[in-house]
């Protein structure tokens, strides 16, 4: 599995507004994709990402796959995970009647909006669940202010 470092783009213009309309154009031009998917025979890692004070927190499922299959890449706000899954050779003369798992290239890419500290990012494979821990930059953590009486 490789880890790779973000690279530092100088980007002022930065909209939350963006984010919902990337959200909102991937939900339309996607639908029935998992469908597509079957029927072609590539595949599509199931992903749960969810937040916490100091990070964002990836899952993936990639059964079958070893950690050199798995590439983990952070630009900015944006995190990237590719990986391929192939059968063995010798699997290819047992005579299947059915053949549901798929197999080939995937590429997953989510935007955190934020975004995320790409030094000290963290990525774990065990038991065909990837883990990545996404910290979140200091300027961007929930931070407690005091309130001073005059």
Known sequence: MS???PVKRNSTLSWPGFSDLEHQLDRIFNVGTEAACRATGAWSPAVDIHETDEAYILEADLPGLC???????????RVT???TRSHDAAESEK?????E?????FERSF?????IDGARVDARFENGVLTVKLPKPEETKPRQIEVKIS
């Open 81 to 83: 995970i590719r990986g």
């Open 111 to 115: 935007r955190l909006q934020g975004g």
């Open 95 to 99: 005579g299947y009647w059915r053949r």
């Open 101 to 105: 798992r798929s197999e080939g290239a």
């Open 3 to 5: 880890v790779l470092v």
């Open 67 to 77: 950690q050199k299959d798995i590439e983990v890449k952070v630009i900015e706000d």
